[in-house]
């Protein structure tokens, strides 16, 4: 059993900031997935085991960074710039094969309860 636990979720203003954390175990491929309200579930941000390879959603692409730190055993997503339209809620995912680099949410076995991030405007 994989056990994800996300938090940092909040309330920010158009063009403000949030990092997201994502306890998650090794050596998985760790996924950010959003879902906003009567919208399907979308692919946000991938990060590899070592870090070193990483994909993002065409919406997000400079705005947003995912980064882990394997010594916490934690995964990042800093926001940057945020709309309005970022506003869902925000789940970390793991794979069923903990290398699996797809990003659709069918490929994901494990999934953290989710944090909620609103962005006014």
């Known amino acids: 059993q994989v056990l994800l636990v996300e938090s940092g979720g909040g309330l920010v203003q158009d063009g403000g900031s949030l990092r997201l954390s994502c306890a998650a175990p090794?050596?998985?491929?760790i996924n950010w997935f959003r879902q906003a309200p009567g919208k399907e579930r979308e692919f946000v941000a991938q990060?590899?085991?070592?870090?070193?390879?990483?994909n993002y959603a065409d919406s997000v692409q400079g705005r947003f960074t995912i980064s882990r730190d394997k010594t916490k055993n934690t995964v990042y997503l800093q926001m940057n710039s945020l709309k309005p339209e970022d506003t869902a809620v925000y789940y970390c995912?793991?794979?069923?094969?903990?290398?699996?680099?797809?990003?659709?949410?069918?490929?994901?076995?494990?999934w953290g309860k989710g944090t909620l991030v609103t962005v006014s405007s």
């Open positions: 990060i590899s085991w070592s870090g070193l390879t990483t």
């Open positions: 995912a793991a794979p069923v094969i903990a290398g699996l680099t797809l990003s659709d949410p069918a490929s994901m076995k494990y």
């Open positions: 090794s050596p998985y491929v």
